[in-house]
């Protein structure tokens, strides 16, 4: 078949969109936990940058951690900034709230993309015990052979990911054992290993991207004199930031999902 990169995102996309209400869940929840997990999760002793009455307000218990963080300057040369120790503080509950949450979501969202992308929800169709625990190991046996490509020089594991990208779907589609599903994913990727990289790389890019927009943006904020407005611009923009991943995180699960509906070297013999 004409499988195209282009095509593939817009198929994706359309099936996102077919799919509102359970999508908006799902950034939401992931937005929220990303969040919350920067505002209040645990954090790393640092070194803060700080003009000299901010530390001697610190030092004297009349403003917090977090006020510290948004009088952070960030840059050590700045004249007039003192550097101030900032110990570990927050709460750990929300760090592994966020940590749980990112632990389950490869899985969770390969269920629901492929859910998406065969329209089980007009079908009825339903995943078995056995379909999903073989999507468990499939998934866990896939990036244990990435990171053991990585370990030999890196391009192994840039191969190993790309021509086994579709063996948890394999698995959860059809109930296969992780060899037999890995061995299916490397018949569907054969002769499009480009197109297939392309569809894993371009999610990353946008991921990439957001990261520096983010970057740059905090380092606006930091100038920016009035630390009540720095309160409100800060969170604003982590909130956006943690959205747009949320968003690029799932269409990259559902561009997956779609190119191996596509592509699926054993289509029409899954037994529903």
Known sequence: ???SIQQNIIKSWRVLQDNTKEVAVLVAILSLAGFLSVQYGLQEEYIAYVPPEIKAAYE???ISEQDVFYEDIGFKDEEGFTALEVPAHGNELWDAMYDSILNVIPFIFI???LYFARDRKMTGGTYSIKEVLYTIVTNLVYLITII????FLIIPGIYFSVIFYFSPYY??????TPFTAMKKSKEAVQGKFWKIFGIMVLPVVGILVAVILLFVYMVLVAFIPSIGITKILLPLGMAIFFLVISVLVLLGMQMA???HVDLDVTAGSREE
Do not use: K, S, W
């Open 1 to 3: 078949m004409n499988f």
């Open 60 to 62: 004297a218990g009349t």
């Open 111 to 113: 269920f629901v993309a």
């Open 148 to 151: 053991i490509g990585l370990i």
């Open 171 to 176: 698995a959860l589609d059809y109930g296969m």
């Open 257 to 259: 999902a779609v190119a």
